[in-house]
């Protein structure tokens, strides 16, 4: 089954290293996630590993040093791959600073192959072997969860404008919150 405009997570990432990780672990990861097993080929395959710019990462609300050390973090509990244009290994943040490029793998577990990850191959789908057929997919995306939006010149209603407010307000906190963390480091 192919979930459209959806990512991916590995359930060994909520199951077992979820509560044991940073925020800014969480979030390098997720980007890391999105950037590999986020884009799909022609074939259906993902890629096995990207090279991430730093600026990729600080694009996830967190500074240069948050990047750093939830990056550290991740390969702390085995859960990415860092390597550069040649695959040499960059598990030491001064070898990530030197290198020219960095690139980022997952490092899924209770996997025996890429081959036979549904993350890598399209190929791995479900559905129906007597039919052949695909199972329908009856899940709305989440465009259509969100608020509905308005055009300029039409009136929104005032509990939709009183949300769209105190979300803006909530999400400021949490930008000061985590300013004032990465301040701490």
Partial sequence: MRLNNTTPVPNAFFDAHLEGLSGSAVRVYLKIVRNLLGWRDENGNVKKRDWIAHSQFEKTGL?????????QELLDHGLIGVSDDYLNNL????KRKKAKRVYYSLVLENTPTTENSTFYSEKNTLYNA????????DLRITKDISLQKYNVNERVPDYIRIEQIR????????MDKQKER???L
């Fill in 63 to 71: 500074s240069n040093r948050s990047v750093t050390s939830g990056v």
């Fill in 182 to 184: 990465d301040s701490w």
């Fill in 91 to 94: 598990n030491d943040p001064f």
């Fill in 167 to 174: 979300r803006e307000k909530l999400k400021k906190q949490e």
């Fill in 130 to 137: 007597k039919t052949d057929e695909k199972p329908t997919q």
